[in-house]
Structure formats: C-alpha cells, structure tokens
C-alpha cells in the first residue's frame, strides 16, 4: 500500500488499486450468488450460519522450545490462562529428520522449536495433557508421519481410542520446496508419505486433520496475497490429486483438509482473501472433482499473524500490529489463530508476552463486538470488490500453473519459487524506497531502542540431549530396532501404506533420525533446482 502524503495512487500489497472512494457501482454483478448467507455454499461469508455467535474460534498458540519437559510446563501454563488448544513447534533437527545428537542438529537443539527424537520425549512433551478431549496442531512437514505416529503411540500407551484423538499435522511439504526449505525427500516421494497419511488417519483417527495446506510460509517468504490465494490453493488441489491417483475417497478425504494462512498488515486486503479463498475452495472442488458435498466444499483454516512484520526496532509496536492482523483474521472468519508475542524479533518468545498475545485474541473476544455477528463487513462497497478481485487474478495464477503442467512441474521447474523472491524483493525495494512505511524503522524512528527480555535458551540442553540419547540406545533391544526398521525398508522399497511400519519402529523405540535414515536410503534426498 503506498503510505506517502496526498491523494496519489495506492495499491494493497498485491498491487490492486485502491480508489479513493468506493460505491454501488463497484459491487460484482453477480455478488447474489457468490455471497449467500453464512453456512451456505461458498461459503464467501463463513463456513457456519452464527459463526462466532455460536462458538468462538479455538485461540491456539504456537508453542515450543528446549526439551519436551519445557515445552509441557508452557503449555499447560497457556491452557490455565484460557488458551482452548495446542499448537507445537519442532526445532529444525526434528523437522529435517536429525535426531538431538546428530552432528548437524549442533547449534540448532531446541532453539526454533521443541527437540523430538523418540518416543519418550512425545510421552514427557503430552505429559498430563487430556488428550482425548483436546485438539493439537503440529507444525511439521516432512516428518509428520513420524510425529503424528509418536502421538498415536502415545495414545495408544494410556488406552485412549485412537477414534477420539482430534488434532491436525501441518503434513503440507510441497510449500517446504517453495518457501521454507526444510524438506528431506524428492517431491514425489513425499506425496505417497503425504497421501500415506490421509489413508491412514482417514481410517484410524477419523477426527484427525491429515493436512494443514500452508499459504503462511509462502506469505513469510515474500509472496503477496494474490499468490498466497493461489499457490496455496493450487497445493491443496495437487494433494487431492495424489489422493485421488491412490484410489481414495476425494470428498472424504477433503473433508480432514485444513488450511493455514497469514494475516498479514492490510486489514482490508487480508478480510477480503479469506472471504476469497473459502468461495474459491468450495467451487474449484465441484469443477475439478465434481464434488457436491457441501461439508467436503467447506474451506476451514487456521490463522497466524505475520511473523515477518514484527521488527527489532521499537518492539512494543509489534502488539499494535498483532492487534490489527488478529482482527482481520477473525473479521474474515477463522475457524483457529495464533497471536505472535512481540519480542519473537528478538527471541524466543518469553511467558509474559506470550500471554499478552493470547490476552489480544481474548480481547477481540470479549470486548471489542466483532463475533456478535457474522461476516462483518459483509456487503462494504471496498471488501467486496477487493473479494471479487482477488478471486479473478487467483484464478488467473492458477490457470498459469496449469498451463506449465500443475504445482509439481512448477516446482520442479523453480517457476513459483522465482515468482515469490521477486515479490521479497520488490517488497525490500519499497521498504528501503520508503514508498512503504513501516513505523519504527524507515519513519519515526527514535534513535535508541527500549530493551525487552527475550527468552534465552541454554546451552546445557544440547549436551543433555546427548547424554539421554545415549542412554536411550544403550537401553532398548537393539536386534528388536533393526527388525523394524528392516520391515520398514521393505514397506518403502514396495506400495504399502508406510504409516503403520513407521509407527511400529517408533514403539520398538527407534529414533525420528533413525527411521528417516531408513526412508533417505530408499527414497534419497531432494536436490533443488539450481537458481530456486
């Protein structure tokens, strides 16, 4: 959005332009049909007809750091404030499939997420947790077969039925090639991993979200809003695609499907995307699957403020900013958010701002009037032209993708990791421009920061991890791991569904390193095109 002084022209962050006045004239001709009432396809207005007059979105905060025992004491913490679900962070080791000790996990344990390497710290991470009447989200992609099966083994260990586990696994590696890197197998290899896990939770956990579609990481990278809509969108197509390719049931299995998407600055522009995004999902799926289910048409996402907007520079105003893109998160319907604590540009998040960001979202709750009826800004002049809009260049960015041969040979290719770095960059330039203002830093900068206590991770815990590990392995029946992980080489080099051998070798107490050792064997490891 162009922030100089005047009456010059301006564009939201995707570069649509914005009139200095909005009016009927400006309303889609066919806004009748595309904006039914809430809880009607498309959905444009919301997935349910009161939406949060009836029950409030779940307040799930993202949380994870240190050792499993860390990580459990912060979340049973945030749950006595009021937080209503689980949200955990893996540190890169576990998302990359390194256990603790593993000479290139140094430097990294336990520092962007909490350190999972076997069964016991899953069983120390739940400790005490009421897993069956609970909903946990975890942010992991290409060893989400391995953490969800940890879960699952946990689970089973007290006797809980694997029916009344609820929950999502993020499960979405094709935005790990794209935007965030932390990616082990070649494409095609993670879809039958991904599609593996459909198969499975759709007939073990039934109430289990087996994908969380990530538009979030591609936004964190740099890509506007209109491609956040597409190529997310676009990942959740090419998924059904594989699944459908594995001869299962597409409506059943987009019934589990969720979505995660920022909330980015532009309060107007994020509204209108989320409203776009629901009434896209929900005809993209009867044109391409010609599915008429209208609970398997309905877009459920969860919401996360922009990590990337929070600034060093005069931290506290990184409140104000959460606040604002919180707001338009629920002014657009989610169905589940995360508030980012203000010091998480300095650090990892401390307990004190951690519950200032969940008091935002309780705030927004309870004082402010927005969920006392849905779809708010429902029929604005500026919001439904801004829905209609992005909705036409999504789809127009879609068709591209189809023109180059889908998501799989674009990615192949680096054509959407290329459309994402020249929107960064385009971005930067503005912002070092000053065509873009952020407060703080490019205007109304104040010389000398105040300090603010960051969370400060110790380094003792990478030793300890260590020493634990090696107790682990010295402990367990070593001839009992080899057997399970040969069963597991076996199941990968043929076309069995490999959850059931993964959860199996994990019991056995085998490491996340070493079953993931198993699978780079068979399926080698991802070499990404030179350029991407």
């Known amino acids: ?47 349910h007809a009161e939406m949060y007059r009836a029950r409030l979105w779940t307040m799930r905060q993202y949380a994870g ?32 499939g390194f256990d603790s000790d593993h000479p290139r996990a140094r430097g990294e344990v336990g520092r962007a997420g909490v350190a999972i390497s076997c069964l016991a710290d899953m069983e120390e991470l739940l400790s005490e947790l009421p897993l069956d009447s609970l909903t946990t989200s975890m942010t992991i992609n290409a060893t989400a077969p391995l953490l969800l099966g940890l879960y699952v083994a946990v689970a089973d260990a007290r006797g809980i039925a694997r029916a009344s586990l609820g929950g999502t696994v993020q499960n979405d590696v094709l935005k790990e090639y794209v935007a965030r890197g932390t990616y ?39 890509a506007t809003a209109v491609q956040e809509l597409a190529f997310t969108l676009a990942h959740g197509l090419a998924y059904l695609d594989a699944a459908r390719a594995r001869g299962l049931d597409v409506a059943r299995i987009a019934r589990r499907i969720s979505f995660f998407f920022n909330a980015h600055n532009h309060l107007f522009e994020e509204v209108a995307k989320f409203r776009a ?160 203002v952020v407060v703080g830093v490019n205007r109304f900068a104040s010389g000398e920061d105040a300090a603010v206590p960051s969370f400060a991770m110790s380094r003792a815990i990478e030793r300890s991890r260590r020493t634990f590990l090696e107790r682990w392995r010295a402990e367990r029946d070593a001839a009992v791991v080899r057997r399970g992980l040969a069963a597991l080489e076996r199941a990968a080099r043929g076309a069995d569904n490999l959850m059931p051998p993964i959860l199996e070798a994990l019991k056995e107490r085998a490491t996340l390193g070493e079953v993931c050792d198993t699978m780079r064997g068979v399926f080698g490891t991802y070499q990404p095109p030179r350029g991407a």
């Open 1 to 47: 959005m162009k922030s100089a002084k005047g009456n010059g022209a301006r564009a939201t962050s995707s570069g649509i332009p914005i009139k200095p006045l909005y009016d009927r004239s400006d309303l889609p001709p066919d806004l009748e049909r595309r904006t039914p009432p809430p809880g009607v396809a498309p959905f444009t207005r919301g997935i």
């Open 277 to 436: 995004a629901r009434a896209l999902w929900a005809e993209l799926l009867r044109e391409r699957f010609g599915i008429t289910d209208d609970e398997a048409r309905k877009l459920r996402f969860h919401a996360q403020t922009a990590g990337s907007m929070l600034t060093a520079q005069q931290p506290l105003n990184n409140v104000v900013r959460t606040s604002v893109q919180a707001l338009a998160a629920v002014l657009g319907g989610a169905q589940s958010l995360h508030t980012n604590s203000y010091d998480e540009a300095l650090g990892l998040p401390s307990e004190d701002a951690a519950l200032l960001a969940l008091r935002t979202q309780q705030l927004i709750a309870h004082e402010s009037g927005v969920p006392d009826t849905a779809d708010p800004l429902a029929g604005s002049y500026w919001v439904e032209s801004l829905t209609a809009e992005l909705t036409r260049r999504a789809r127009a960015l879609m068709d591209e993708l189809d023109r180059m041969g889908g998501v799989l040979a674009a990615i192949e290719a680096g054509w959407i990791q290329d459309q994402i770095h020249r929107a960064a960059y385009r971005w930067h330039q503005d912002v070092e421009a000053g065509r873009r």
């Open 65 to 96: 750091f240190g050792t499993a025992r860390q990580t459990n004491r912060r979340f049973r913490y945030l749950l006595a404030q009021g937080q209503t679900g689980l949200s955990v962070a893996f540190d890169l080791p576990t998302q990359m």
């Open 184 to 222: 082990i197998y070649p494409p095609r290899s993670s879809l039958r991993l991904i599609t593996d896990v459909f198969d499975f939770t759709a007939r073990e956990i039934p109430r289990w979200n087996s994908i969380s579609v990530s538009g979030y990481h591609m936004r964190e990278a740099g």
